[in-house]
């Protein structure tokens, strides 16, 4: 929250886009009214008969002006308004403005949907390509599990991850270190593997950092020799002092959780004394670990996240994700932090715990080298569907997380969105609003406006999870499909931290402002989303609890800093609705495992359905496989490059090469443009090639090596 202004704005933006026109069709916009909110409210019935025209495709529905009438609005509101009491989640819908005979022709396909996420569930092979099964679910319900054997797998895995958690937050797994205790965690991995552990990371992490055990003990061997001098007489009483105490090391958030957990048992001081002691042990249990992650394959990203750890690197937990244990960043980045732990002299093996499929080339390299430990990626668990298997649940757990709770806020979503009955479906309303707002091909924008510092990277979530998911070239019938119809692309805007949607829409769409003026007042910064390039639709991510309870003051009479957040919220979202803008707004009571485990479930089924809606492979990557490829490939033209090089480079007298003869002798003439990337690329990272003449002007390049030992230069 970076403005001065005072005028809050969303945690994170992120634009999912189309790249190619829609049909003309889905284009056409009439202006007819609506029919009454009755009428809507029976169509929404999945028990009523479908009032359209069936005949009539879906995408030649007419999309008509959205109801603007206050009273007919609140009633949309009212009947269309999913609340799911157990998870305090609700779900808005009335400001996309699908019509009844839209939800009507919507109907059917829904059904189909949901009947295919039933065999998906009961372990149909739906990823054909590679023959796996889909089962994100059975891991918050194993009950589920096609087979007694795979049910075993996965309660087993989760014991073992709370007991090694446990181990490593009690001090009973240590590093070798004098250290004597884990305080860090470095994460390796990326996309499916990194994106759910950050999200929930920031999303829950404890505020405070991690406790220091030597500072506690002195802390807490003072407070005890005082204690008998203590004039406490109630647990109240004492529970205060004690609260005190100990929320003076700033640790207030364990604190807390340990406080409740022996409060309403104490009754004499004697007995609280005792109480105390024991406490002392359990609160052990809640020294957690930082943590950190290296998500790429940037080598100044990496020497940072490994310089930021110092010296404790000697008391860092390794966490190296990556399903197929063969992910090009991934190992990348294992190997330079094996490098960092041999210059600092560290056995990494000690330290370092592999999270993969069972013989993968990772997981037969920390068998071979001894890891500390080894936790399984199931095949039947997609990348980016696996926050809630041991990608996300160990990192979370070392955090001092609750992913028991993670699990069951996931679950009970996952009963609320197996119903079919629409309107009671939260992950089938939001694959309708998507179908709606982009004409089911991709026609407009998706911008996820997380309202809370805490979600800031919940969008950058689900841009893998949409992305890769949707963004799909072929349908499964293997037709190519209408444009790039599914794929929503991204405009990742958490390169600012302050993650203003006014900074992405008006860089990208609303050339006519300047972005500062954006931020001097909320009248200017709502004019401009108004005003601006109307390809997009919202969904706004809202919490109604603004901090814990008894924290929150008044900043001026009767406002607090929370009600100047949920203001801009509500403003932006009536501003937008009025210019035709349409969104959704998913609301949680709050922030916590439970929200967080439930928030995962609703957006991979309603992936998942909305797959079924366009009828495309929603577990199946294979433009990310093309692009791995593509990757792979320039790195080979780069040592055949080498080659010639040497060769040319070897002989008396040495024979410079230009461009063209490069090309030539690779036999690739068609690629001199990345022949020139790569020797540049080279030349600006001092390695042993020389490129004489001028980069801003190509063809008088002339390049040869410095040294002439190929085997050195390829090792
Ligand atoms: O877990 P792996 O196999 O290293 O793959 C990492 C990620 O890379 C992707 O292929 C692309 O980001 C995702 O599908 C996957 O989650």
């Known amino acids: 929250m970076a403005s001065i202004s005072g005028v809050c704005s969303p945690s994170s933006a992120v634009r999912l886009r189309r790249s190619l026109p829609v049909p003309y069709s889905v284009h056409l916009r009439h202006i007819r009214p609506l029919r009454s909110v009755a009428d809507l409210h029976r169509s929404s019935s999945a028990s009523s008969a479908?009032?359209?025209?069936?005949?009539?495709?879906?995408?030649?529905?007419?999309?008509?002006?959205?109801?603007?009438?206050?009273?007919?609005?609140?009633?949309?509101?009212?009947?269309?308004?999913?609340?799911?009491?157990?998870?305090?989640?609700?779900?808005?819908?009335?400001?996309?403005?699908?019509?009844?005979?839209?939800?009507?022709?919507?109907?059917?396909?829904?059904?189909?949907?949901?009947?295919?996420?039933?065999?998906?569930?009961?372990?149909?092979?739906?990823?054909?390509?590679?023959?796996?099964?889909?089962?994100?679910?059975?891991?918050?319900?194993?009950?589920?599990?096609?087979?007694?054997?795979?049910?075993?797998?996965?309660?087993?895995?989760?014991d073992s991850i709370c007991k090694f958690a446990n181990d490593v937050i009690s001090a009973k797994i240590k590093p070798p270190s004098p250290a004597g205790r884990f305080t860090q965690v470095l994460s390796v991995g990326i996309g499916g593997s990194a994106l759910g552990p950050q999200f929930v990371a920031e999303a829950l992490a404890p505020d405070n950092p991690p406790l220091k055990i030597v500072e506690l003990k002195k802390t807490l061997a003072l407070f005890l020799d005082s204690a008998s001098h203590f004039p406490l007489h109630s647990s109240g009483r004492w529970l205060m002092a004690l609260r005190k105490m100990l929320t003076s090391l700033a640790y207030i958030r364990c604190i807390n959780v340990v406080c409740m957990s022996i409060s309403g048992k104490m009754t004499s001081f004697a007995w609280q004394a005792t109480r105390f002691k024991s406490m002392y042990f359990n609160f052990c249990f809640f020294v957690v670990c930082q943590i950190r992650f290296i998500d790429n394959t940037d080598p100044a990203g990496i020497d940072h996240q490994i310089a930021q750890l110092g010296p404790e690197l000697a008391s860092t937990l390794v966490i190296v994700i990556s399903k197929s244990g063969g992910t090009p960043e991934t190992r990348n980045g294992l190997l330079e932090v094996q490098k960092a732990f041999r210059?600092?002299?560290?056995?990494?093996?000690?330290?370092?715990?592999?999270?993969?499929?069972?013989?993968?080339?990772?997981?037969?390299?920390?068998?071979?080298?001894?890891?500390?430990?080894?936790?399984?990626?199931?095949?039947?668990?997609?990348?980016?569907?696996?926050?809630?298997s041991a990608v996300g649940?160990?990192?979370?757990?070392?955090?001092?997380?609750?992913?028991?709770?993670?699990?069951?806020?996931?679950?009970?979503?996952?009963?609320?969105?197996?119903?079919?009955?629409?309107?009671?479906?939260?992950?089938?309303?939001?694959?309708?609003?998507?179908?709606?707002?982009?004409?089911?091909?991709?026609?407009?924008?998706?911008?996820?406006?997380?309202?809370?510092?805490?979600?800031?990277?919940?969008?950058?979530?689900?841009?893998?999870?949409?992305?890769?998911?949707?963004?799909?070239?072929?349908?499964?019938?293997?037709n190519r499909v209408c444009s790039i119809s599914f794929g929503w692309f991204l405009y990742d805007s958490s390169a600012s931290q302050l993650a203003y949607l006014e900074h992405e829409l008006l860089i990208k769409d609303f050339q006519c402002m300047e972005i500062k003026e954006a931020r001097t007042s909320m009248r200017e910064y709502i004019q401009q989303l108004r005003e601006g390039v109307h390809n997009f639709f919202v969904t706004f991510i809202e919490v109604l609890r603004d901090r814990p309870p008894g924290h929150d003051w008044e900043l001026e009479p009767g406002v607090t800093c929370g009600d100047y957040l949920f203001g801009m919220l509500q403003g932006t979202r009536s501003a937008l609705y009025a210019n035709d803008r349409e969104s959704i707004t998913v609301t949680v009571q709050e922030v916590t495992p439970r929200s967080v485990g439930a928030l995962i479930a609703l957006y991979e089924r309603a992936v998942g359905i909305y797959a079924q809606l366009v009828n495309i492979n929603a577990y199946h990557q294979p433009g990310v496989e093309a692009g791995k490829k593509a990757a792979g490939e320039v790195l080979a033209l780069q040592k055949r490059i080498l080659t010639v090089l040497s060769e040319a480079s070897c002989k008396l007298p040495v024979e410079p090469l230009s461009l063209e003869e490069i090309a030539e002798r690779c036999h690739v003439p068609e690629q001199i443009e990345m022949i020139y990337k790569i020797i540049a690329h080279m030349a600006a990272n001092d390695r042993a090639l020389i490129a004489e003449g001028s980069c801003g002007s190509p063809r008088s390049i002339k390049v040869y090596l410095g040294e002439c030992n190929i085997d050195e230069l390829l090792a």
């Open 50 to 158: 479908p009032s359209a025209d069936a005949s009539l495709p879906v995408e030649k529905v007419e999309k008509r002006s959205i109801e603007k009438n206050p009273i007919n609005l609140w009633h949309r509101y009212v009947d269309w308004l999913y609340q799911h009491k157990e998870l305090g989640l609700f779900l808005d819908v009335s400001r996309i403005g699908f019509t009844d005979e839209f939800f009507d022709l919507m109907e059917p396909r829904l059904q189909k949907a949901f009947v295919a996420m039933q065999d998906l569930e009961k372990g149909a092979i739906a990823n054909p390509d590679e023959g796996r099964m889909v089962g994100h679910y059975w891991l918050r319900n194993s009950k589920l599990a096609p087979t007694s054997f795979l049910r075993l797998q996965i309660e087993n895995t989760l």
């Open 343 to 388: 210059e600092a002299g560290l056995d990494f093996s000690k330290q370092g715990v592999a999270i993969t499929q069972e013989n993968s080339l990772l997981d037969n390299t920390a068998k071979i080298e001894g890891w500390l430990a080894r936790f399984p990626m199931f095949d039947w668990v997609g990348g980016r569907t696996s926050e809630l």
């Open 393 to 478: 649940l160990l990192p979370a757990a070392l955090q001092g997380i609750d992913i028991k709770e993670m699990l069951a806020g996931a679950s009970l979503m996952d009963e609320a969105t197996r119903l079919s009955v629409v309107k009671n479906n939260p992950a089938a309303l939001l694959a309708l609003c998507w179908y709606w707002a982009s004409d089911g091909v991709g026609s407009k924008d998706m911008v996820v406006l997380p309202y809370k510092d805490s979600l800031l990277l919940f969008s950058r979530y689900l841009q893998q999870l949409v992305m890769e998911s949707l963004g799909k070239e072929f349908d499964l019938n293997g």
